[in-house]
């Protein structure tokens, strides 16, 4: 893919829906007696792993062109998969879902591509075993392919060591097959799109600070789930507008709940001009985004906001490199255990362009304002830095490549069309 430089980007967009929603509203689905219909379903490659394991554990899913009707069949309705569940490149669908098989009475294997091969499974596998679950990394290494040996759970009450959605969702979903009630502490709290949703298909579960807790054995019933616009792919038309002269973007009904609006306190922050506007309460918060052209200053982004800004550093690594001053990003070691190390990937990349940027061993440091040039890029198939270095490319002088582009598939099927659509070339 290559990309040139713009001098303007002016229009709409309604960006795909949520991801992390997108995977629990397809779990929960299937655990729910009854259909629940979802509509905005992000149908990125992620997510469709979420479907086909499903499917194999006979849950009948129907994709419909903008909505998706889950069949559930209750919370021990799942039937034993006949062969491996491929996860894909999905994180998410790994961890939520070896909580739910944690607790299910038969054996099931999970797999996926070479990234998810090497991301820690031991965050997991730890507080399972706590609760009394069979579960083993098969190569021995802390990592997938997972074997899972399903049976009834004990309740924990677990203090996890990292800030971390899918370990709080993993052990709360194990929670529903326990006998007591299940709770998990994080050190700062992390997207609680688990706990909202749960709620409503009528799980007894409660919040308070940084604590979640579930009572075991709940009644779900089928809901309709509309997913919001995933403000983690509004971050690249959000940087795309800040960032391009004589730029003004409307971004159509982004999901804006606090634990995920961490890149929009960083952008005003850095002297962002992002108006929200039409804000309403659709299952989750929501909103539309008007973003105008800003001149930006450095920061620093590092203690408790970073969970609510985790996807977004790759594109704020980018907008610092063009801001005015320095910006110092830390406390991000979870960079590194993403789809691909966030930290040496940005920073290599970066420096491609001409950047001044170091690396740290919880994020960077990005002397921003030097003149920056487009070159070969290595996605690393990380669809976060595909995204990233194309918004950069429309942006610095001369042209940008990108090896690996198509990987946006992950996240955003159509984020190119959604770039040209503005203007992009
Ligand atoms: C997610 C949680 C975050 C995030 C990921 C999606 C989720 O991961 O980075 O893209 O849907 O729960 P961690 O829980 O590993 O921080």
Do not use: W
Not at 27 to 33: E, K, S, V
Not at 260 to 286: F, S
Not at 402 to 411: D, F, H, L, M, T
Request: charged residues 20%; contains cysteine; proline residues 4%.
């Amino acid at each position: 893919m290559e990309i040139k430089k713009q001098t303007s980007l002016k229009g709409e967009i309604a960006v795909p829906g949520d991801k992390s929603i997108s995977h629990r509203a397809v779990m929960f689905g299937a655990l729910a007696d009854g259909t629940t219909r979802i509509t905005h379903f992000l149908k990125g490659a992620d997510c469709l792993s979420t479907i086909s394991c499903f499917r194999k554990m006979g849950i009948l899913i129907e994709e419909k062109d903008d909505e998706v009707l889950v069949h559930g069949k209750g919370l021990y309705g799942l039937q034993a998969p006949k062969s491996v569940l491929d996860v894909g490149n999905s994180g998410t669908t790994t961890r939520l879902i070896s909580g739910i098989l944690a607790g299910q009475n038969f054996i099931s294997e999970l797999n996926g591509d070479a990234s998810i091969q090497s991301r820690p499974m031991k965050r997991i596998i730890t507080p399972l075993l706590s609760m009394g679950a069979d579960i083993t990394s098969i190569k021995g290494n802390g990592c997938a392919p997972l074997r899972i040996s399903g049976h009834p759970l004990s309740a924990v009450s677990y203090n996890s060591p990292v800030s971390s959605a899918q370990v709080k969702s993993c052990i709360l979903l194990a929670g529903m097959y326990a006998d007591d009630v299940t709770r998990v502490t994080e050190p700062v709290l992390s997207r609680n799109h688990t706990e909202i949703m749960l709620r409503y298909f009528g799980a007894d579960i409660t919040s308070t600070g940084t604590t979640a807790s579930i009572s075991p054995a709940p009644v779900l019933k089928a809901r309709d789930i509309p997913v919001p616009g995933d403000i983690s792919s509004a971050a690249y038309f959000i940087a795309a507008g800040l960032l391009t002269p004589n730029s003004e973007i409307l971004i159509r009904n982004v999901g804006v709940n606090h634990t995920r609006d961490g890149i929009l306190r960083v952008c005003r922050d850095m002297g962002a001009r992002i108006t929200l506007v039409n804000v309403r309460q659709e299952g989750e918060p929501t909103a539309d985004l008007l973003v105008q052209s800003s001149h930006l200053h450095g920061t620093t982004i590092g203690g408790s906001i970073i969970p609510a800004l985790i996807d977004e550093i790759p594109m704020l690594a980018v907008m610092a490199a063009f801001a005015e001053g320095t910006t110092i990003i830390k406390d991000a070691q979870e960079l590194k255990v993403k789809e691909s190390n966030r930290i040496d990937v940005m920073v290599n990349n970066l420096k491609r362009m001409g950047a001044d940027i170091e690396a740290a061993d919880d994020g960077m440091i990005i002397h921003g304002g030097a003149p920056l040039h487009g070159a070969l890029i290595d996605s690393c198939m990380d669809h976060r830095v595909a995204m990233s270095f194309a918004v950069a490319g429309t942006i610095c002088n001369g042209t940008m490549e990108i090896k690996g582009a198509e990987c946006v598939n992950i996240s955003y099927p159509s984020f190119y069309e959604d770039l040209y659509s503005l203007g992009g070339k």
